[in-house]
């Protein structure tokens, strides 16, 4: 058997609002990659949706203006909007740095390589799911 750990912590980086006409305004963060929670409401039992990203900035603006073609992006942006204006907050918190050791052995895992990013990307879905948070990636 191959032992493999990985080990992550969330920043919370600010709070999703509504701008003047009524879009998503996310906090801003750099561009770089990592991995990203909306955490929607506050009560221990908190929906969230985890996901990753090659760039941050720029993953959350596409949700703030979806394409057409871009069913994901389209039904997390319906999905916030409508938890916002129902007056639910929605905490943004990202992870930009993974650390790891396979057998024992430290590793230095890279959010620039795409496995490393959906690895600790199901990490973290395993850990809110333990937590009984409603997973909202899977609605």
């Given amino acids: ?14 709070p999703l609002a509504l701008d003047a006409a009524g879009k998503l305004a996310f906090p801003v963060v750099q561009r770089q990659p990592g991995l990203y929670r909306f955490l ?7 929906e969230v949706y985890v996901g990753e990203a090659v760039e941050l900035r720029r993953r959350f603006q596409q949700y703030r203006t979806p394409g057409r073609r871009q069913q994901t992006n389209i039904r997390v942006n319906a999905l916030l909007l409508a938890h916002l204006q129902s007056g639910t907050s929605v905490d943004i918190a990202i992870c930009t740095t993974v650390g790891g050791d396979i057998e ?6 890279v959010f620039a390589d795409k496995a490393v990013r959906v690895l600790a990307e199901h990490a973290a879905l395993i850990v809110e799911r333990e937590a009984s948070r409603v997973l909202l990636n899977a609605l």
């Fill in 1 to 14: 058997m191959t032992s493999l750990t990985v080990q992550f912590a969330w920043n919370t980086v600010g």
């Fill in 40 to 46: 929607v409401g506050t009560d221990p039992e908190a």
């Fill in 104 to 109: 024992g052995e430290s590793v230095r895992l």
